[in-house]
């Protein structure tokens, strides 16, 4: 299947700084990339989508200012998370969706540890 | 809003057995249905999927059937073996592409 590659895999920062987790396709170009995130032992919840070139699309209750999104490629997406606190530590994932002439398929990247301390 | 429900919770089987995991779906324009694997500390892997032209799709021990006028859909896993251990999750796409997950199942595989 296709490859999508997220980095970095684990990240442990300090309260009040930003962290930045990259996605990337590495074999196809994604106009549509989508982040999630997932606390143990539960389901992946979407947080947005990133569509290149132009603004994502926060789900509800996600903070847009908090949670920093940039599509500038068609193969790299970016997460930031701003001014981090202890309750943003979580499991963050990124899927890309690869259009085919039979419909698209959505392939995850291996997830983000992050740990604010 | 749309969502998907998945049963069971947890699932353990002797290894050999057969495991079903079932979902279902509240959007009626969903058409696209993939099925992820995942590992614990990993990203989910995509195993099968189906879309809404078919009604059945196999690949070696797997296969998802699909049921559009029940809005149910499901994971076949035949001669399952431990490394088959991991949490499964159903998916539905909805509105804009965005995908919908269930709550994941659980399987256990004893040898």
């Known amino acids: 299947g296709a490859v999508v590659s997220q980095h970095p895999s684990r990240v442990i920062c300090k309260s009040g700084t930003s962290v930045k987790i990259e996605c990337r396709s590495l074999d196809f170009q994604a106009t549509t990339m989508f982040w999630y995130r997932q606390f143990p032992k539960q389901s992946l919840m979407l947080m947005a989508t990133?569509?290149?070139?132009?603004?994502?699309?926060?789900e509800q209750g996600v903070e847009k200012d908090k949670f920093l999104i940039n599509h500038a490629s068609l193969t790299l997406s970016t997460l930031t998370v701003t001014s981090a606190h202890p309750e943003d530590s979580s499991f963050y994932i990124c899927?890309?969706?690869?259009?085919?002439?039979?419909?698209?398929?959505?392939?995850f990247g291996e997830g983000s540890w992050l740990t604010v301390v | 809003g749309e969502n998907v429900e998945q049963h069971p919770s947890t699932l353990s089987v002797q290894e050999g057995d057969s495991a079903v995991i079932k979902c279902t779906y509240s959007d009626s324009a969903s058409n696209y249905f993939p099925w992820y694997k995942q590992e614990l500390g990993k990203g989910p892997q995509l195993i099968i999927d189906i879309r809404s032209n078919v009604g059945e799709k196999k690949d070696q021990r797997i296969a998802v059937t699909l049921n559009k006028t029940a809005k149910h859909f499901s994971l076949h896993i035949t001669e399952t073996q431990p490394e088959d251990s991991a949490v499964y999750f159903c998916a539905a796409v909805i509105q804009g592409g965005k995908l919908i997950f269930g709550q994941g199942t659980e399987l256990s595989v004893k040898p």
């Open positions: 899927s890309a969706r690869l259009a085919r002439r039979s419909g698209n398929t959505i392939y």
């Open positions: 990133s569509n290149e070139g132009s603004k994502a699309t926060y």
